[in-house]
């Protein structure tokens, strides 16, 4: 057994225990999970928009009922000082339109904040159904998402004497890896799920480029660590 065997008897028991992960993963449940995840991710921005809009429109509600008091406590005061105008015969035709075009001008401006008002209001209620509608549908699914995360658990910690058994497994074999080979090989794995590439056709496996026939000459007589020119997997001659 050379440094590189014992390097790929280990790799392969990683490989394993990555298996044991990929199928975890990859479970109907886990499939709902996620699923379920972005749901409750997005109906939980969308909840939130729809706060934000109702707490503005709220505001708005507010001040345009103001802004109407207002205009009604104005026009009611004109009002009356123009009956007293009227009664007044000191007052000329000019005044007696120049105040009638100011309560006219009140009038419109009451008419279109009456408006904003009965929009706001519609806004607020469509608003309100939205997020109570959104409120339920998330209710419904964050229970069936802590189900199926239940379920996801269950299925996990079923695999758990497996998985522990593969880690187990690899553990053994890495204490018989040569530190510094370790090293590298653990640093080609931060790059890719498969570190080690055999030879075939004189073709590296992991990147299916042409090795030079002294590249793959080196890696048959098994001396020394031989990495992939192209993508930098360490290279072996599975016989
Ligand atoms: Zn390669």
């Known amino acids: 057994m050379t440094k590189i065997d014992d390097l790929w008897l280990y790799d392969q028991a990683q490989q394993a225990v990555a298996k044991i992960d990929n199928r975890l993963k990859s479970t109907p449940n886990r499939a709902r999970l996620n699923k379920l ?56 035709a000019a005044e007696m339109t120049e105040a009638r075009k100011s309560m006219e001008g009140l009038m419109d401006q009451i008419t279109s904040a009456r408006k904003d008002i009965t929009d706001a209001i519609t806004f607020l209620e469509k608003a309100s159904a939205d997020y109570k509608e959104t409120y339920a549908k998330a209710g419904k699914a964050k229970k069936e998402y802590d189900a199926v995360r239940a379920a996801c658990e269950e299925e996990k910690a079923q695999a758990a004497p497996e998985r522990e058994q593969a880690v187990a497994a690899a553990d053994k074999l890495k204490a018989g890896i040569d530190p510094a080979l370790l090293k590298r090989y653990t640093a080609i794995r931060s790059n890719y799920a498969n570190p080690i590439a055999t030879v075939e056709n004189n073709q590296c496996s992991g990147c299916r480029m042409s090795l030079p026939t002294s590249i793959v000459k080196k890696v048959e007589s098994g001396t020394g660590v031989v990495e992939c020119e192209n993508c930098g997997r360490i290279l072996y001659n599975k016989q």
């Open 37 to 92: 995840h972005s749901f409750l991710t997005e109906q939980q921005a969308q909840a939130a928009t729809l706060t934000k809009n109702i707490e503005a429109k709220g505001a708005a509600l507010t001040r345009l009922t103001a802004l109407c008091q207002d205009l009604e406590r104005r026009l009611e005061l004109e009002l009356s000082e123009f009956s007293t105008m009227e009664k007044d015969e000191e007052c000329t």
